[in-house]
């Protein structure tokens, strides 16, 4: 079982900052990506950020250049510094890890519970 644990949601007024955790424990050989990703009301669950091994990292085109991921030495925790928030990032921020328990196992997709950012005047 693997278990991811975030933190940092909140409500912001417009041109804010917030800054998202997430904690990965569990039985892991290895962990491939780990990154976020966002459900804003009405709408399906869509990429923000994603760091992969090797150091790649991915942006959606409406988040570049505003949100910086960042992944710390011992790589099972994963922030996502949020600047210039806007109201359209709005969203249910979803905590990713794409893992593997034994080698040459599959890659499982493991998920947090998700934790509210409001962004509101």
């Known amino acids: 079982q693997v278990q991811l644990v975030e933190s940092g949601g909140g409500l912001v007024q417009p041109g804010g900052s917030l800054r998202l955790s997430c904690d990965v424990s569990?039985?892991?050989?290895?962990?491939?990506?780990l990154g976020w990703y966002r459900q804003p009301p009405g709408k399906q669950r869509e990429l923000v950020a994603l760091a992969r091994n090797g150091g790649a990292t991915t942006y959606a085109e409406s988040v570049q250049g505003r949100f910086t991921i960042s992944r710390d030495n011992d790589m099972r925790t994963v922030t996502l510094q949020m600047n210039s928030l806007r109201p359209d990032d709005t969203a249910v921020y979803y905590c990713?890890?794409?893992?593997?328990?034994?080698?040459?196992?599959?890659?499982?997709?493991?998920w947090g519970q998700g934790t509210q950012v409001t962004v509101s005047s």
């Open positions: 569990g039985r892991i050989f290895r962990i491939n990506a």
């Open positions: 990713y890890a794409a893992t593997q328990s034994r080698a040459f196992t599959a890659v499982i997709d493991n």
